[in-house]
């Protein structure tokens, strides 16, 4: 892999290890992540990709420091520049070291408030400028992200802009400070796809320029191919798959990555064609199965998935927890034993090579 | 696009189950101000066919989908179902043909009655209409519900927040079929949905197409959606269509500069299309006062004078079952067919 990143001597800027949150219920704890370990080096992107419930917007949420502290378990280690986050109070990292986007710009931006002066803060707050220095300030970083009259959007409301627009007002926010770290959370998921493409291309250009980190969360594995460095894969909490973005789609070890690309459409197929869904329903987080999250799901699974937890596998920089990865002799063998005998260890019926 | 014209109506054709002429949808706003959201627009479905409309917000898709069921009544043209022009009908007549055209929603939590059992909420339908006895409407409510894959004794007692996002889409799925239509709109019907059920939806709508002989207009901002899903695909832009035609043949060769520039811009990995460099530059006009000739050329990299001047009428494309309204479609891969010369930006 490129080594012209980092050198040896540069701490990565996000290092997480076995970090874990939970959520206290009347059921019990919910593990919505349940032991995750990264590091996220300078300048670079890492796409974090994942279902509804898989932890990916928690995950980030947690390193935060959002959650409301009366119910939420957080525990393992969090590093930021080296410095330990986890209990910590976290908010003089706010809009100064880490800031985020957010997926829904209707709703994250204030409604009574000018979005002029709602860039202006965070530059007043933590910068010390003065009102028109601020002003001013704001009217470059409009022109910067490509929202046209900025004087004049300047003292419009958040209503008054469309979808597009308060999502770049919500990236000036973010922006206004050059973060070291910028956490996405969907940002273009309630876009259209001309807009979506726009928001990608400017996100990409100002990290280039500004060089900080990124950390994209989302469902889209073909919005995470074009933007991100690296790709982690979560599901029930855990990672289930973690490699270089071309890595993982030229070799997609972990059944659930390769169930998670199949079930989507692609645009090259022909009309009609068949689409392998993802059978069953995501793990309980409260009482999680003994073994692997994904097991009563999983083509491949074996009776020792549903009582044990895969270890995580190092390739490089490739990892993967699975025992019987995709395309290798050992996942070849597990999936051509299901196959024989109609049913995966956890009873998932199995059709023609297919899972029913 | 912005095209007008009927050219690509297959008239005459028997097997037509819907059509859609000169489709007019105007919102009063103000004095003698109106949202132009949908400007003839004309389309339509043969018989066991999928239609899909695809296009961005605010170009009309949904007011399409709606007018066609008259929640509202269009503001002018014809909706012909099996000959019939419902648009004429009022009242007790159009409440009849109702059965025949149902419709799914974006949202399956909002669009189920959270207050009844969802073999109530099933059974409702069949309920009014049925002239059978209660055993045999009760098999039907039966068979509907296994077709969908939910199990019938939990929906007996069980309410809609008790299921996911997807079983609640099945039993919406559930409900239209009920009546036993002809013809199914389907606005949006798996957008709020995760990628691996979104799946299982659409596989689970061609199971129901074939297996109970029905017509799709088929609605979605999704491309790659859209397209797994429809024999023919329409794409609109601001109120009025751009390019219609076979799914397959439209996506491999768009003609529509908008369609160019949408298929480009889906970030799909294997996308032949995302080395077009084209983008859409400025804001979607506004649909009160939209722009004169084509409505796309306030945004097209190929428009000319003659765009703003004259409106371009559907033509087709190569004797194949693709139009396109546009004076400089892109005829060829290469794309080269505008002569005029480019002016950008336009006027």
């Known amino acids: 892999m490129l080594m012209t990143y980092t050198t040896e001597t540069e701490e990565p800027l996000l290092t997480l290890d076995d970090y874990r949150i939970g959520f206290k219920t009347e059921r019990g704890l919910a593990k919505a992540v349940d032991g995750v370990s990264l590091t996220l080096k300078r300048g670079q992107t890492l796409g974090i990709v994942g279902e509804s419930g898989s932890g990916k917007t928690v995950l980030n949420r947690g390193v935060m420091g959002l959650l409301a502290a009366r119910n939420t378990i957080e525990s393992g280690s969090a590093k930021f520049n080296g410095q330990e986050l986890v209990g910590e109070n976290r908010q003089s990292f706010w809009g100064t070291k880490i800031a985020m986007i957010f997926q829904d710009p209707m709703t994250s931006l204030n409604p009574v408030m000018k979005v002029g002066n709602q860039v202006m803060e965070p530059l007043r707050q933590h910068k010390g400028l003065s009102k028109s220095e601020a002003k001013q300030r704001v009217a470059e970083i409009f022109t910067l992200v490509g929202i046209p009259e900025p004087t004049k959007r300047l003292d419009q409301y958040p209503h008054e802009l469309s979808g597009g627009m308060r999502q770049r007002v919500m990236i000036s926010i973010a922006l206004a400070i050059e973060p070291d770290l910028l956490i996405a959370d969907e940002p273009t998921t309630s876009l259209d796809v001309t807009v979506q493409k726009y928001i990608l291309d400017l996100l990409t250009r100002i990290q280039k320029e500004q060089g900080m980190s990124m950390v994209l969360i989302t469902h889209d594995l073909g919005v995470a191919r074009g933007r991100a460095d690296e790709i982690l894969v979560m599901y029930g909490g855990h990672v289930m798959e973690h490699a270089p973005t071309e890595e993982l789609f030229e070799n997609m070890m972990h059944p659930y990555t390769a169930a998670l690309f199949s079930s989507i459409p692609h645009l090259h197929h022909k009309k009609h064609t068949r689409l392998s869904p993802i059978p069953g329903t995501p793990p309980d987080i409260v009482d999680p199965p003994i073994g692997c999250r994904f097991a009563s799901r999983c083509a491949y699974a074996q009776e020792r998935c549903l009582t044990e937890t895969p270890p995580m596998t190092y390739d490089g920089d490739h990892r993967f927890a699975c025992y019987f990865p995709v395309k290798t002799p050992q996942g070849q063998e597990a999936l051509e034993k299901n196959q024989k005998r109609g049913h995966t260890a956890s009873g998932l019926q199995i059709r023609k090579g297919k899972v029913a | ?347």
């Not at chain 2, 055209?101 to 909420?121: G, K, Y």
């Not at chain 2, 409407?137 to 007996?156: H, K, N, S, Y």
């Not at chain 2, 409106?311 to 067919?337: M, T, Y």
């Open chain 2, 1 to 347: 696009m912005a095209g007008s014209g009927t050219a690509h109506l297959r008239t005459g054709d028997p097997n037509i189950l819907l059509s859609v002429q000169n489709l007019v949808v105007e919102f009063p706003v103000a004095r003698r101000t109106k949202v132009h959201a949908v400007t003839d627009l004309s389309f339509d479905i043969a018989e066991g066919e999928t239609l899909g409309i695809v296009g961005e917000s605010g170009c009309g898709k949904s007011t399409t989908a709606r007018a066609v069921i008259q929640i509202p009544k269009p503001s002018s043209g014809s909706v012909e179902f099996n000959g019939v022009d419902i648009t004429e009908l009022s009242g007790e007549e159009l409440r009849n043909i109702r059965p025949d055209i149902q419709m799914i929603f974006q949202d399956p939590i909002s669009s189920l009655n959270p207050r009844r059992t969802v073999f109530d909420i099933v059974s409702e339908g069949i309920n009014i209409w049925s002239k059978s006895n209660e055993d045999l409407t009760e098999d039907r409510v039966v068979e509907i519900i296994q077709a969908v894959g939910l199990d019938v004794e939990e929906t007996l007692t069980k309410r809609p927040h008790e299921y996911s996002g997807g079983q609640c889409q099945r039993i919406s799925i559930a409900r239209a079929l009920i009546l036993d239509p002809k013809i199914i709109i389907c606005d949006e019907p798996v957008s709020a949905l995760d990628v691996s059920v979104q799946a299982r939806i659409l596989n689970m709508l061609e199971d129901m197409k074939s297996r109970y002989g029905l017509t799709l207009l088929f609605i979605s901002h999704d491309l790659s959606v859209v397209k797994n899903v429809s024999d023919r695909v329409a794409v609109m832009y601001l109120g009025k269509l751009c390019e219609i035609g076979d799914g397959d043949l439209l996506y491999e060769e768009p003609a529509h500069p908008y369609t160019r520039i949408l298929l480009a811009a889906i970030p799909d990995p294997n996308n032949k299309h995302s080395g077009n460099q084209d983008i859409l530059e400025g804001e979607l006009p506004s649909p009160i006062n939209p722009p004169s000739g084509c409505r796309f050329r306030t945004r097209c990299p190929r428009a000319t004078e003659k765009c703003a001047a004259e409106e371009p009428q559907i033509s087709q494309i190569n004797d194949r079952d693709h139009w396109v309204a546009c004076h400089f479609p892109h005829l060829d891969a290469k794309g080269a067919n505008s002569s005029d010369e480019i002016l950008w930006p336009p006027e």
